[in-house]
């Protein structure tokens, strides 16, 4: 851009080769991006990258100032003014739920102050006084086992100063082991643990961040149940959220605002934007009870595997991971929870060194049952924990937590087959196999 004249936040007039002007604001260029492309927002709000072999000449019209520079410190805690509403603490781990769009430059950029917050979610201010906690800023692609368990004490800490609600701020790719994640670590805790994200940006006109945050707040202050849940769009459009049990949930789509779909389960509730009211859609539902009561079990194993079963998947894979030294093996097999004959050796190693390995089944819903056909048997008989109707990634999660409990092989199947939070149903509902959200019972 030096060759060009130009710097960030310039407003400027490019001519280029094709004999076409544009005019906009100069934008910082992503650290991963093209070195020699400079982006500009243009008036009607797009973005337009074009490299500089395209640009004739370039006009510099004017210079607009922005806040894109502003620094939030890890571990910053903003405490809530008092006025009598139900305190709900948000911890914050990253995504662009939090980020405010400046209108002058294009530019988004973090915001984490109260008086951001309530001008991005005005409404808010009638629910909650909501305390800021912001724990830590990643992609939720670079979440482990060892931030699941800073997330859960954070959780944790929050309720024992006397929070009605936590919000945790997430990006949505990961953000269901989370909610697993956070469902095993925190025992009895005495309100819910709202996960919320958004699937589009802030500056979007389609945006699901407004809706989504409104209702996961009115969740944390107003919710009669506790425990881990994920809160986001219940379909395409607008005024309808729904409540997702944390170990029974899953992202099936990579864009949609519904992306977040409940597995072999119902949506616990739901919320009513329009009437900022939360509709119970079922009442298996653990309800809020004492912080006394309360546990904090967050210690997860990182040495955990999850392996997907393929045609011709090569027994080599396995044999690596106990050589590599871990601990737990999650296999997501075919059908009822089967694999070819060739694993079947490295299956008995892992399990004969004191390795658990647990079966879950590809098709995400139904559940495992290794009784029905003779493969099933044969892992049966080699000692394979069936996983019956747990997610794949759920079962991985769990099986990471128990052991950070233990390693006694007998008491991991144990564990692994005893309903914790509302992981395992012991048996299948066959009106929960959905292939788009469902609507509230009324």
């Avoid at 939090?98 to 409404?123: H, I, N």
């Avoid at 912001?134 to 859960?152: G, Q, V, Y």
């Avoid at 329009?274 to 309360?294: A, C, F, G, H, K």
């Amino acid at each position: 851009m030096s060759k060009l004249g130009i710097k960030e936040f310039d407003l400027v007039r490019a001519h280029l080769r094709d004999g076409t002007a544009l005019d906009g604001v100069v934008l910082p260029r992503p650290g991963v991006g093209d070195p020699n492309v400079v982006i500009l927002k243009l008036d009607n709000g797009y973005n337009v990258g074009i490299h500089v072999s395209n640009i004739e000449r370039v006009e510099v019209l004017g210079h607009v100032e922005s806040r894109s520079a502003v620094s939030i410190p890890i571990g910053q805690f903003v405490k809530a003014e008092s006025t009598g509403l139900p305190r709900v603490r948000l911890v914050a781990t990253g995504g662009t739920i939090m980020s405010k769009v400046d209108y002058r430059t294009g530019a988004v950029y973090p915001s984490f102050s109260l008086e951001d917050l309530y001008a991005m979610y005005p409404e808010i201010k009638g629910i909650a006084d909501v305390e800021l906690l912001n724990l830590m800023a990643i992609f939720s692609e670079d979440m482990t086992p060892r931030r699941w368990a800073e997330i859960a004490e954070a959780a944790y800490r929050a309720f024992l100063d006397g929070v009605s609600g936590v919000v945790v701020l997430h990006g949505t790719d990961t953000m269901h082991y989370t909610a697993a994640a956070l469902s095993f670590a925190i025992r009895n805790p005495p309100g819910p643990i709202a996960l919320v994200g958004s699937q589009r940006s802030s500056d979007r006109p389609s945006s699901d961040a407004f809706e989504n945050m409104l209702a996961a707040v009115l969740v944390g202050a107003r919710a009669p149940f506790a425990g881990s849940y994920i809160v986001m769009h219940a379909s395409t459009n607008d005024g309808l959220i729904a409540v997702h049990r944390g170990t029974r949930v899953r992202k099936m789509h990579t864009s949609r605002r519904d992306t977040f779909i409940s597995i072999n389960d119902r949506p616990v509730a739901y919320v009513d934007i329009n009437r900022l009211e939360i509709v119970m859609n079922t009442n298996n539902y653990t309800p809020r009870s004492r912080v006394e009561d309360t546990v904090l079990m967050n210690r997860f194993d990182e040495r955990t595997a999850l392996v997907k079963f393929y045609p011709g998947m090569d027994p080599e894979i396995l044999h690596f991971l106990i050589d590599r030294g871990y601990h737990g093996i999650v296999i997501e097999g075919t059908g009822f929870g089967h694999v070819r004959e060739e694993l079947l050796d490295p299956i008995k190693r892992a399990i004969d060194s004191g390795i658990p390995v647990v079966m879950t089944s590809q098709t995400i819903f139904g559940r495992v049952n290794l009784n029905v056909y003779r493969r099933g048997v044969e892992l049966m008989k080699l000692g394979v924990i069936p996983a019956e109707d747990m997610l794949p990634e759920v079962a991985f999660v769990k099986l990471s937590w128990v052991l950070g409990q233990t390693r006694d092989l007998s008491e991991v199947r144990r564990l692994m087959l005893t309903p914790v939070a509302g992981e395992l149903n012991p048996r299948s509902d066959v009106g929960t196999y959905i292939l788009g959200p469902e609507l509230p019972r009324r």
